[in-house]
């Protein structure tokens, strides 16, 4: 099966109360440990390159490992650019193969995001692709994104009609709370568990969730810096050399709530950087004398599957839906 857009991906995950994930791409290893995962729940998956991804890798060895993962499995796969920081970019990733891309104008103000957004999307539905816009701006670092706490603000309600008709994107990621990176609350922003020690994030806004998808019933929403930054891998990397102190993610029930509603792409990068350092940090903890890439990118791997099949079950609620997709695609 070729690449696919998002449009039929998102169709379904609306229909079924599900949402897909985006999980960010690198090398082989993490996109083999993300679609054997998939494959084996029979999970459509969303594969997304970062501009720090493209000149990291280079653009065709990411096109032709995601390629060669659709070889390998019989599941329905988007190629998506994540964060687009201008038309340049998206040009060229929709000249290149991908099947959606994202154009980040959160930075500017409204009615130029809307002007540079609109260039995009006339671009990219000329070429058959998808495009995902943003409106609000998440706080965090990740990649080339970087955004400071105070200049970070929720979506606007009263806005996302006026933008999502004048520009014509497929999709609106929104800023209900989310954050970028590993460590997206400080302390002082969260509440110590006086049991377990854990630190506990503010609640999403699901008010404001609602509030738009009264205002654009049906349309996809996404939301980016959702990773949990799951308890276990920090452990792991903490207790083999790592620091990672009071790193705070989303917590996972508040996101399966969010992939019932109008959310129907869940972005997740962080928590693949932290099983795969967690694999790795733990092999040579334990095999000092090793020295083969194979020896310790194994388990990086595996801990990377292991981590998607966890959030395609428990978190997603793709499971399953692989073929409802691939019919209508």
């Excluded at 290893?29 to 390159?49: F, H, M, N, R």
């Excluded at 060669?68 to 990733?93: M, Q, R, W, Y």
């Excluded at 609350?185 to 509440?191: A, D, I, M, R, V």
């Amino acid at each position: 099966m070729p690449l696919i857009t998002t449009k039929a991906m998102f169709k379904k995950a609306h229909e079924g109360q599900f949402a897909i994930g985006a999980f960010n791409v690198n090398n082989m290893e993490i996109v083999q440990g993300i679609t054997s995962a998939a494959a084996e729940l029979q999970s459509p998956v969303i594969l997304q390159c970062s501009a720090g991804a493209r000149k990291y890798a280079n653009h065709q060895y990411l096109v032709h490992l995601v390629r060669a993962a659709l070889e390998v499995n019989d599941i329905p796969i988007a190629l998506h650019l994540d964060h687009g920081p201008d038309f340049a970019t998206c040009k060229s990733c929709i000249d290149g193969g991908f099947t959606s891309v994202m154009f980040d104008g959160s930075h500017y103000p409204f009615e130029e995001n809307i002007e540079k957004t609109k260039e995009v999307v006339e671009y990219a539905h000329a070429h058959g692709v998808m495009v995902e816009a943003e409106l609000g701006q998440l706080a965090g670092v990740e990649d080339d994104v970087s955004v400071d706490a105070d200049k970070a603000h929720y979506t606007k309600p009263e806005e996302v009609v006026e933008f999502v008709s004048k520009t014509g994107c497929d999709s609106l990621a929104i800023a209900i709370g989310t954050s970028h990176g590993a460590f997206k609350f400080t302390p002082e922003q969260c509440t110590r568990n006086p049991e377990t020690g854990v630190l506990e994030p503010p609640e999403l806004r699901f008010d404001i969730l609602a509030e738009i998808e009264k205002q654009i019933p049906g349309f996809p929403i996404v939301l980016h810096g959702a990773s949990s930054v799951i308890p276990k891998y920090v452990k792991i990397i903490n207790e083999h050399g790592g620091k990672l102190k009071d790193a705070v993610g989303i917590p996972e029930d508040q996101l399966r709530k969010a992939a019932k509603s109008a959310v129907c792409k869940i972005n997740i990068d962080s928590d693949l950087r932290l099983a795969m350092t967690a694999g790795i940090r733990e092999h040579f903890d334990q095999f000092p004398e090793h020295f083969d890439p194979r020896q310790y990118l194994t388990p990086a791997r595996n801990y990377i599957k292991e981590l998607v099949a966890h959030k395609i079950k428990n978190v997603l609620g793709s499971e399953g839906s692989a073929a409802a997709i691939m019919a209508i695609a």
